[in-house]
Structure formats: C-alpha cells, structure tokens
C-alpha cells in the first residue's frame, strides 16, 4: 500500500483523498449522521427524551397509507411543487436568453444584482413583504385603484394564488441561473450558422438553443422542484387555513404536536417518492436520447 501511494499512480490518488477528505467528512456529520438519526426515529414507537418506553415498529410508515389525508396532502404538494416549477421554468428562460444572448454591458449587472436579490434577504422577510402587497389594501389595491376609476379589493392573501407567488419569488432564481449557464455556453458562430442556412427564429430556438440549453433548465426544475414539495414557511404564512400541504403536517408533527417518530416517517416517504419520480425522469430522458 506504501508503495502504490508513493508511486506516480498512486500520488493522483492521494492528493484527491487529501483535497476531497474534508467535504467528506462535513458531509457525514451535517449530512448523513443526521438522517441516519432520522432514519431510526422513523421506526420508533415514541421519542426516548419522553421518558417513556418505546420500540421498533413499522406503525408510522403504515400510518401513512392508512390515512388518507396524508396521501392527500401529499398529493397536493406534488402538483404544487409541478406547478411552480413550470412557471418558473416558463418565466426563467426567456430572461435567462436575455442576459446570455441579447443584453450586454452593465445592464447585465444590473439584472443579475435583481435577480440574486432574494438570495441576500431572509425568507421569512420576503414572506411578509409579499402579505404586505397582498393583503386587502396593499399595494395591488393600491394600484388597481388608481388605474379603475372605482374601489378595488383584491386581497389575495391567504389564498393558493398568494401561495404560489411566494414560491415562484424565492425559487425563480435557480431556474434563470442554471438556464443561463447552459445558454452562456452556446457559441454564437452556431446561431449565425443556422441563419446562414436559411433557418427562423422559431426553428432556431426548437432545434438548436432548447435542445442545448435543456441541461441547464432540468438542473433548475429539479433545485426547484425537491424543496417546492417539502415548504412550509411560504404556504402557512401566506396561505393561511389554505396552506395545508405534507410539509406543514411534517413540521407540525415535530414542533406542535412532538410526534418524531411520524414526522421522521413522513420526511422519508416523501423523500421516496421524490428519488422515485426523479429517478423515473432520468431514465424516460435517456429512452428518448436514445
């Protein structure tokens, strides 16, 4: 072993162990430790700190399929998590083409400073910014009032609307930004060549810049779609009674009701269902490249 370390095979090796070895080690203890302890509250009976006695059991997972809210509210996250991630997608990728292909200069700067803006503010701030421009005499009334001649009250908080707003502020960034890095890498010389041969516009952005920029706007509909399915923070303070979905029930069942061991169930079959449905998008894209 000592001497195929010192060996100028060996010598790759080793400095990769050293460079990647602390990641590692940060991945196992903020990472993987605590959902290996997740993991085993899931099949506990009750939290040991309770003082009670307790056992392993299959009961919290079981509980799921047996109560039908839950499979409920879980499918309710998932066709919001859909929907936000297609809006997202829809709203990211004509502004990341602008900034890759059309706008240069300082105003490049400028849009990108607005862009990662709510990068750099607390979520819990950019929630009650958007229940101040919701609620019944905010800012929308404000201005649908001065445009109408008459009073107009829109009050849109505490709604599914109000919901998906405020998921589509905190999570339309990643989508711009991962569509602009693939967008950024098209070489230009590839449009001018379609155009030289005759191709539109539309046949150029069907045949040529979607196909190549679609790496990037999958990676961003996935950093979307994986922490849209699990919110909380958004749908309980801007949907109210309505922002019932499985990651309010998770976090409810560790602060509110102090059932670990169910919530530490539901985060695990949602995180399940969640592989599985990536997992099943993957292997569908590599049937169609083939």
């Not at 800012?139 to 001649?149: A, E, G, N, R, T």
């Not at 999570?171 to 379609?194: G, W």
């Amino acid at each position: 072993m000592k001497f195929a370390l010192s060996s100028p095979q060996g010598r790759p090796l080793a400095r990769a162990m050293t460079l990647a070895g602390p990641a590692y080690v940060w991945l196992l203890l903020a990472v993987f430790l605590p959902l290996s302890v997740m993991l085993f509250y899931s099949f506990m009976s009750d939290v040991p700190t309770s003082g009670g006695t307790w056992s392993l059991t299959f009961q919290n997972y079981l509980t799921f399929f047996d109560e039908p809210l839950y499979r409920k509210l879980m499918v309710r996250s998932l066709g919001l998590s859909a929907q936000v991630t297609l809006i997202c997608t829809v709203l990211g990728f004509p502004c990341a083409y602008m900034l890759a292909k059309v706008i240069r200069g300082r105003t490049r700067e400028a849009l990108f400073l607005l862009i990662i803006l709510p990068f750099w503010s607390n979520g819990l701030v950019r929630i009650f910014s958007w229940n101040m421009v919701l609620r019944s005499g905010g800012l929308v009334d404000w201005l649908l009032s001065h445009l109408w001649p008459w009073t107009v009250s829109t009050d849109l908080m505490f709604s599914y609307p109000a919901i998906v707003i405020g998921l589509v502020h905190s999570y339309l960034p990643y989508s711009v930004l991962t569509a602009y890095l693939s967008l950024q890498a098209i070489d230009d010389s590839l449009i001018e060549a379609a155009r030289s041969m005759g191709a539109g516009r539309l046949t150029i952005l069907r045949r040529l810049i979607l196909p190549l920029a679609m790496p990037g706007m999958l990676a961003g509909a996935v950093l979307t779609f994986v922490p849209v399915v699990g919110a909380f923070m958004e749908p309980r303070l801007l949907g109210g009674r309505k922002g019932t979905f499985i990651g309010t029930v998770i976090e409810d069942q560790f602060v509110a009701v102090f059932n670990w061991p169910l919530g530490a169930a539901l985060s695990f079959t949602l995180l399940a269902l969640v592989l599985a449905i990536l997992f099943a998008g993957m292997r569908l894209g590599r049937r169609k490249e083939k």
